[in-house]
């Protein structure tokens, strides 16, 4: 049984890595969406759910500020707690752009983003809505390329994501976030849009079809990762999901702890996505259920085996080194190597097409990096067990006066390659 364990987490995990090679080579769609004259522009909707985050309110409101669309056709709903009595104090003193309006969500549960969500978009009157959180910065020209984009293509594109990128940091865990979501957003995802294939969605800078959005009834209150779902949800009424190319630019958790939390969260949630999914409509057809393997089953057993796998390979090698155990077996050593490699040219690729800097040092950081998941995945699969709908919430401190933000901003305003 073991053995053929050993097999099966073998071939999976080699096809896991061959995907990702592939993706790294897959060029990225451009369709060519003539920008809208501002008498076209349909109205669009920003939806902010927000909680325990008055430090960074003025922040927020100048990023959204800054976004380049006609103030008459954008409705920003921002949406607060109840009892999250100093957020709403921190926006009550705040001088509100036009068309900007603060939503108090009613008593009851669960406290979730995807809840506020559902409240914001009962009263949403935009034909597109986007989901922003509290420490993003999105690109100024965000909005007019995704209006483009939905008026370009038939009504079956129901989503489109935007990539996110870290701002630069060169502390070990930021820097290894960065790389991370250069390759999923810049990288796996644009792959898996070429290919048809529905993705779990980003937690923010998702651009939506309103209509879309009603008729599945809006976001699962109770998934901790409302993005992931509601993609297999819209995939499975028949509905595409595609990529922009205008970032939206975040911050990364820089303590452990923070990161812990983060990462748990996202694991957990992505085994109750599995969990719903793997016994829905998605998992009727081959594409569904080669979406499902790739995007969560294979990383979310990623996430619980790297650690452990790691370690046993180490103790096999050093013991191998002091005649302790039998050498460690050639296939193991392969694995390793032929998916840190795909891994790294997958890396270098998103450094690449994010406008980074090329450097190896990250992509043999990630050795390090990867291993670190396992203690997410331990905690969160307690709490998929004992709190499944628990939410742990990411704090956000506001950004030091940073003076790269505006060069980041206006150097990604073209298409990449």
Known sequence: MLQGLHLLFFVGFMGHSTVKLAAAFTPRASPLAPPLPDEALPAYTIIVPLYREAAVAAELIANLARLDYPRDRLQVLIVLEARDHETQAAFGALDLPAGFQVLIAPPGSPRTKPRACNIALERAHGELVVIYDAEDAPHPGQLREAAARFAQADAGLACLQAPLRIEPDPRFLPDQFALEYAVLFDVFLPALARWGLPFPLGGTSN??????????????AYNVTEDADI???????????????LPTFETAPTALTV???????????????????????????????????????????????????????????????????????????????????????????????????????????????????????????????????????????????????????????????
């Not at 651009?207 to 699962?220: E, I, Y």
């Not at 957990?268 to 996505?273: A, D, I, N, P, V």
């Open 207 to 220: 651009h939506f079809r309103a209509c879309h959005l009603r008729a599945v009834s809006g976001w699962d």
């Open 259 to 417: 990161w812990r939390r983060q990462r748990a969260r996202w694991i957990k949630g992505h085994l109750q996505t599995l969990a719903v999914h793997a016994r829905g409509r998605a998992a009727r057809t081959p594409s569904g259920v080669v979406a499902l393997v790739l995007t969560l089953a294979l990383p979310v057993a990623s996430s619980h085996l790297h650690g452990p796998m790691f370690a046993w390979l180490l103790l096999q090698w050093v013991g191998s080194l002091l005649d302790l155990f039998p050498d460690v077996p050639a296939m193991d050593w392969m694995l390793m190597f032929f998916g840190w490699s795909c891994a790294a040219i997958a890396g270098a690729q998103a450094q690449r097409r994010a406008g980074q800097r090329e450097r190896i040092l990250p992509l043999l950081g990630a050795i390090v990096y990867w291993p670190l998941q396992s203690l997410a995945a331990i905690e969160a699969l307690r709490q998929f067990v004992v709190a499944p709908f628990h939410w742990d919430k990411t704090p956000h401190t506001p950004r030091a006066a940073n003076p790269l933000l505006p060069r980041l901003l206006a150097r990604t305003g073209r298409a990449l390659p």
């Open 231 to 245: 993609g297999f949800r819209l995939a499975a009424q028949g509905h595409r999901l595609g990529v922009l190319t």
